[in-house]
């Protein structure tokens, strides 16, 4: 993992004193652009939020790799959320649901974030009663090339009326990380910036 990174997520979760005693890295699981999640979570620090995504996988497939992303996570003293999916989460003993915005729940059971993309989806997010939202993409992404971004005065925008903590995500490694001082974010989501 790059060390870049981790300090300016350090940096940046430091600047809320540990509200809610979120941790300042989330790693999102991704197949095509993260191949070994596995790898890739053994190098987090303790504490961090791993994400299992990859609803597209068989069922099978995913159950797969939840049970061994649980067993690491567990290991390593991480925080594993599972997207969208209350009752692989249940099954996986996992810590809590990272809901896609599109599938918010009006009000969530237990530990959950959510994914938002604009001030409505934050608002909802914050009215659902999740810890944190992931907001995005806050700068051009490979995941989805040409889509329109953020940007981080935007960004900062948003973050300042969310009313909930938000992580930065989308486009945000060790070069650009950087550049999220003083935005308002609690810390730093992440896919490709955790590639071992």
Not at 31 to 55: N, Q, Y
Not at 93 to 116: M, N, Q, S, Y
Request: charged content about 20%; overall charge positive.
């Amino acid at each position: 993992m790059d060390r870049t990174l981790a300090t300016a997520a350090r940096r940046l979760n430091a600047r809320h004193g540990g509200r809610r005693h979120l941790p300042p890295l989330v790693m999102l699981t991704d197949r095509l652009r993260l191949p070994d999640p596995l790898a890739a979570a053994a190098g987090l620090p303790a504490g961090s939020i791993v994400i299992l995504r990859d609803g597209d996988l068989p069922a099978g497939q995913r159950l797969t790799l939840g049970v061994e992303l649980a067993a690491l996570c567990r290991r390593r003293r991480l925080v594993l959320l599972v997207a969208g999916d209350p009752m692989l989460a249940r099954c996986l003993k996992a810590d809590g649901v990272h809901w896609p915005e599109r599938r918010l729940p009006i009000r969530v059971r237990g530990f959950a974030t959510a994914a938002a993309h604009s001030l409505p989806a934050l608002i909802r997010a914050r009215r659902a009663g999740v810890a944190a939202a992931l907001l995005s993409p806050v700068l051009p992404t490979q995941s989805h090339p040409g889509a329109p971004c953020l940007g981080v005065v935007r960004f900062a925008g948003l973050a300042r009326r969310a009313g909930l903590p938000v992580y930065a995500l989308g486009g945000i490694d060790g070069a650009t990380a950087a550049r999220l001082m003083g935005s308002g974010a609690i810390g730093i989501a992440a896919i490709g910036a955790f590639r071992p």
